[in-house]
């Protein structure tokens, strides 16, 4: 009988270890599943942290233009926004790049075939760009854009403009069809690159004189001499 109950006692003790042993185990899963699910998002954090410049990174303007513009044109008009983004100025250390020109084909039209569709254009330079590649592109072309607040803004053939960006995403896309004093036509770049890159919407002020000044389907660029205190200070947020 004292065998058995030894032997029982013997038995319970081994249990009590293994359920021990086991719930160490369990304890130390959960342990590493946590630690290893913090790890994940200390990478993910840090990944996105590493994709926003910060002050003193160099950003790449890329200017793509299209086989109707050529590399000269496309020269002139990265000396020129050098030039004078540092007389408005915009501040930032921007790398312009002179892209190869592309030809488009015709699914980049509109549903009418007769202009550039200058969404389906964005959507492509979307693939490559990001916070620190910001791309431009330039044409001669008539490009439009679907629009139901504008007069037959929503039929096939768009409504006509002058650029169009994505907000912070880093993609525009101009064209100096409409322009009226092609001298001026780095105002239309710059206005389209401060949508895309900074996030600025059309000037709250509605100041004639400041670049970012909503175009409303008329040229006005040989008005427009600066950027307004209050865009100004939209910029800096």
């Known amino acids: 009988m004292k065998k058995n109950h030894y032997f029982l006692q013997i038995l319970f003790v081994c249990f009590a270890a293994c359920g021990i042993a086991v719930s160490s185990c369990s304890k130390k899963t959960e342990t590493e599943t946590q630690t290893a699910q913090n790890a994940e998002q200390t990478d993910v954090k840090t990944k996105q942290a590493e994709e926003k410049p910060v002050s003193g990174e160099t950003v790449v303007v890329a200017l793509q233009p299209f086989s109707d513009y050529s590399q000269a044109e496309t020269k002139k008009m990265a000396d020129e926004l050098k030039k004078y983004w540092k007389e408005l100025p915009i501040e930032g250390n921007w790398e312009f790049r002179v892209l190869s020109p592309i030809t488009p084909g015709t699914e980049l039209l509109n549903e009418a075939k007769a202009r550039l569709d200058a969404a389906k254009i964005?959507?492509?330079?979307?693939?490559?760009?990001?916070?620190?590649?910001?791309?431009?592109?330039?044409?001669?072309?008539?490009?439009?854009?679907?629009?139901?607040?504008?007069?037959g803004g929503d039929g096939p053939n768009g409504w006509g403009v002058f650029g169009l960006s994505y907000m912070n995403k880093h993609v525009s896309v101009v064209s100096d069809y409409r322009e009226k004093v092609k001298s001026q036509f780095w105002k239309t770049a710059t206005h389209e690159f401060l949508h895309a890159h900074f996030g600025l919407p059309h000037c709250p002020g509605n100041d004639l004189k400041c670049i970012m000044k909503d175009a409303e389907g008329k040229p006005k660029t040989h008005l427009q001499t600066n950027i307004c205190d209050i865009c100004r200070a939209k910029m800096k947020k």
């Open 122 to 151: 964005l959507n492509r330079f979307s693939e490559t760009a990001n916070d620190h590649y910001v791309i431009i592109g330039l044409t001669h072309k008539d490009i439009s854009h679907k629009a139901s607040d504008r007069p």
